[in-house]
């Protein structure tokens, strides 16, 4: 338990701290020091649930995606060799369930955590302000999860990047002429066409025109496409998706210069 501790010390950068929950007394709050484990051990035994969550300072730089399955981590949180993408770290709460959390390399504001709650497909009625997740290394109470011999599932850390950080786009942007673009909720699904790169391309028209930078396009195709295997490669992707992002910049061009 404390080498877990050591763990979350890094990824929070040693700001974090630890609640106990009562599901009748209500929630109380610990310091994240290992020498109250046996203290939260007890209190876990006793039916109470142990969770976790950055302070307020650091708060704004990592969002907890929540009560997700396996399908899901697929698709948005490894890469398709089945590595893990940057600044996750990883806690199945029960069988086949799962958080995510992400450490983002710039701060998000509410609007942006409410964002890609939906877009990461999150539990829909997750709020972003004030999350707490389950403290790997403690049993999740839930009476649901109890087994036939009265037994509950351990939280159990799956995987913890705390070296690197995700590049987390803004998904509300400025048009060129400075109106805030009020309804960016934009899903590759929605422009899905007869192949990938057709599909990107109607993906990559769109959000020009909301006033998404390169950038930001980039990371949001590399986000929601799931098979790049005829651009495999880091080198042979990002050259895809520069020239792919360059062209539809061309259409809209002509389009503005026709007008």
């Known amino acids: 338990m404390e080498i877990i501790f050591k763990k979350l010390n890094r990824y929070f950068y040693g ?15 610990k310091d994240a020091n290992s020498r109250y484990i046996p203290y939260l051990k007890a209190e ?13 300072p650091i708060s704004c730089f990592y969002l907890l995606i929540d009560d997700i399955d ?28 799962y958080q995510v959390w992400i450490h983002s390399s710039n701060a998000l504001s509410i609007n942006d955590k409410k964002y890609w709650l939906q877009r990461l497909a999150s539990d829909p009625g997750a709020h972003p302000n004030n999350r707490w997740g389950r403290c790997p290394g403690f049993r999740n109470r839930k009476e649901i999860y109890r087994d036939v011999y009265g037994r509950y ?26 109106e805030v673009c009020l309804n960016s909720n934009l899903s590759r699904v929605d422009y899905i066409k ?4 057709a599909t990107d391309f109607s993906y990559a028209l769109a959000l020009i025109r909301r006033g998404y930078t390169d950038a930001q396009i980039e990371n949001l195709i590399k986000m929601e496409r799931l098979d790049f295997k005829n651009h495999s490669g880091e080198k042979r992707m990002a050259y895809y998706l520069k020239i792919t992002i360059k062209r539809a910049r061309e259409i809209i061009n002509k389009e503005s210069h026709n007008d």
């Open 15 to 29: 700001k974090w701290h630890i609640a106990v929950l009562d599901l009748e007394r209500g929630r109380w709050i």
């Open 44 to 56: 876990n035994a006793n039916g109470r649930h142990i969770l976790i969550q950055p302070l307020k």
């Open 70 to 97: 396996q399908s899901i981590i697929l698709r948005h949180h490894m890469d398709k060799n089945g590595a893990w993408k940057s600044g996750r770290m990883v806690v199945e709460t029960s069988p086949g369930n």
């Open 153 to 178: 599932p351990l939280s159990r850390l799956i995987w913890i990047d705390w070296k690197n950080l995700a590049n987390i786009p803004k998904p509300f942007s400025h048009q060129p002429w400075g």
């Open 194 to 197: 007869k192949d990938q790169s």
